[in-house]
């Protein structure tokens, strides 16, 4: 794990797992509002702060108005984060596959 992930918050994971899960690189931007349709209820209100946040630690850019792209890290930190999560929500859906 390295500095940048040690310092997140559960707001900023939230949304880098959201990004990975979209598939968000450098050169591919998503609007907020697509961003804030796949995020859960309970973070709707932290959305703007969370954003702050990615922006001030280097891993979200400014695309356009209302438009987000990932830096570099942010990819490799958002694939990451989805593909735990992935694996932590359909990991053992695996294991029945196998079984039947």
């Known amino acids: 794990m390295c500095d940048i992930e040690a310092t997140l918050s559960d707001i900023e994971i ?28 309970k973070y709707q209100s932290d959305f703007n702060d969370g954003i702050k946040g990615l922006h001030s630690k280097g891993l979200l850019r400014y695309y356009r108005n209302d438009n987000y792209a990932l830096n570099a890290e942010g990819v490799k930190i958002a694939h990451k984060l989805a593909t735990n999560k992935r694996n932590q929500t359909y990991g053992s859906l695996r294991i029945l596959f196998l079984l039947t």
């Open 14 to 41: 939230k949304i880098l797992e959201v990004l990975g899960a979209l598939h968000i690189s450098q050169s591919k931007n998503v609007n907020e509002k697509t961003v804030r349709k796949k995020l859960p209820q």
